[in-house]
């Protein structure tokens, strides 16, 4: 293997392939480059001099500027490289790439009464609030994998809760960020019934979210007829008598969805049903060069099937946005698109933050150093499609082709936001080990290492570290893509297998507790 690659004709660093020791020399084109530190694997080394202010080059753009003089052969990192980025808020022209070559393939999938497919067969308990977050946990637990034998054909039932739903302006935007949020994951088309769980005093009603949000039909508290009814069920701990009562009828309410639930059974359908969110977490030096441009051929297949690929975490867009710009379908999704990275750069500054505080310690463990470079990395992840639209958070994914969702870069709430927009899959890469599952989307998750594969093999499903063993970007792009049409059909992943998405859940809320 190689000491170190150079990703671009320009650029004047490498990436460090595996360790690289002082004094060991290896050539870069024509040049052999002496090393005057150790360098870890992921990290860079200098391969011309830089002056104190020059451009750091990696991918053929500028990562940051040198903090001090670079030689031929040093480490460049946080100690001699830092992140200088100008976002450009003026748009004259656009270049839309053209359509990729359709492609006609199908999957395994559940067809849902309103035409949408989904990949997954779950019933979904949803807490309006807090409050009553702590009984729909112990409603779901009392329907473990030996009772669940009963109903063969149910992926399971989740309880999603989260920490808030009141002390909020009623209306504002915290409140509807939360309540379109749960909306989305009520009417998922992996979840096949649901039953909603409030306390009855709460800013986040039921009855709110169903007038703002449009939701699955709700039925009655009495819950008549449920067994012929397409309905959600509504509970209200106050109105049932409290925690007992509740969860004893919630159980018997539970029994009753899930026999409607085990009715469904896979049919073979087109695969523009899919909609995939793109992910990365745990980044380290080599994720922009194996596994996301790897999920980027395969988000460019799905859209070729005329399916949705969806980026998201905003903060780590910044730096690379122009890339995005470039490919928007019209000048008012290029704008959209910048609009939402200025409000993030107002929204860190009133806390005293700036954007470039990401990477984090674990991402610059793995070499990467500033935002810029980091970002440039993740929006591999999107393929080579034109860019059809810009969504706020958890918003309904409702265009096909790529498509931007304004997310933090927390994981679970990034996600979080994608799959109540509508997305049946997970394509999840990582440098570093992110274990991570998400109830009721398959997660799929792709190592930018092969050592990472190995070491962590019962948690990775897909190794895209081949590629600095020789395989093509291409080639392992297109085996990713396949098998995600598997997973999509109902082969399991590891966090399946391992029972992991229960506590992943995490909605994002802008605006203050009240």
Known sequence: MIPAIRLHAIDNVAVAVRSIAKGESFFASADEIVANNAVPPGHKIALRPISQGDSV?????????ASQSIQIGDH???HNLADEHVVQTEITQTFPPSAPQQLSRTFEGFVRTNGRVGTRNFVAIVSSVNCSASVSKMVAARFDAERMQRWPNVDGVVALTHEGGCAMAYDGLKHQMLSRTLAGMVNHCNVAACLMIGLGCEQNTIGYMAQKYPLVPLLSPDGRELSQSDKTPVLSMQDEGGTRKTIEKAERLLEILLERANQNRRTTVDASHLTVALECGGSDGYSGITANPAVGIAADRFVACGGAAVLSETSEIFGAEHLLVARAR????AMKLIERIEWWKQYAAMFGQQLDNNPSVGNKAGGLTTITEKSLGAVSKSGSTALEAVYEYAYPITTKGLSVMDTPGFDPSSVT??????????LF???RGSCFGFKPTPSIKITSNTSLYERLDED??????RILKGASVEEIGEE???YALRVASGELTKSEQLGIGDNEF??????PVL
């Open 460 to 465: 990775m499903d897909f190794d895209a570290g």
């Open 76 to 78: 460049v990192h946080s």
């Open 330 to 333: 019209n000048p008012e999704v």
């Open 417 to 426: 936001g994608k799959v109540a927009g509508g997305a049946n899959l997970i």
């Open 480 to 482: 990713l893509f396949e």
């Open 57 to 65: 080059l990696k991918y053929g753009q500028p990562i940051g500027r």
């Open 429 to 431: 890469t990582t440098g």
């Open 506 to 511: 995490a909605p994002w809320a802008v605006g």
